[in-house]
């Protein structure tokens, strides 16, 4: 390529309009994003109006990211909050977030107050058949079991439980 080719490729470069959107909104457009999070809009579907409404095209992580620079607090619609009764426990209907959760299948799973190192959440379950496992569910969002008899496998029925109610624990705990 000689200097005048790679010259006349700069300028052309130079002159052309930019062929890809912002990659981040402005602050009016943060204003907008902080009244969506504020009426309970998803990280995802935020996504999508980011790209929609303002031709900013932004990948999920990085939505949750700016949410977090903005010091905004997602709002989880299905979170319940605890009923506390006159005598200040709760609703035995609506229990807290700590408090062993029990299934139709007869499977009950608890939370640990305090994870062991490299564990986002741990704890333990008790299967239909009375056999009791500690899990631990890891950063990269695998779950193992340990403890118990070695050569347990429990039902596919208790697994299923198992998984609904670590998925009603977990969103309790924020997850």
């Excluded at 990280?43 to 980011?50: E, M, N, T, V």
Aim: a negative charge; hydrophobic letters at 30%.
């Amino acid at each position: 390529m000689t200097e005048d080719s790679s010259e006349s490729t700069e300028s052309i470069n130079q002159d052309a309009p930019s062929a890809h959107s912002p990659s981040e909104p402005s602050d009016e457009q943060k204003k907008e994003i902080s009244k969506w999070v504020a009426e309970g809009i998803g990280l995802s579907d935020i996504q999508k109006k980011i790209n929609k409404d303002f031709g900013v095209v932004m990948t999920y992580i990085d939505v949750r990211f700016l949410v977090d620079d903005l010091n905004l607090t997602l709002v989880d619609e299905e979170e319940e909050v605890p009923v506390k009764d006159k005598d200040g426990g709760t609703d035995p209907q609506n229990p807290s977030v700590d408090a062993p959760l029990e299934g139709v299948g007869g499977v009950t799973v608890e939370l640990d107050k305090v994870n062991p190192p490299g564990a986002m959440a741990s704890g333990s379950v008790v299967f239909s058949d009375g056999q009791s496992k500690k899990w631990t569910l890891d950063q990269y969002g695998r779950l193992g079991l340990t403890g118990g008899d070695d050569q347990y496998k429990p039902s596919d029925e208790d697994v299923a439980e198992f998984q609904k109610q670590l998925d009603t624990a977990l969103r309790g705990r924020g997850f």
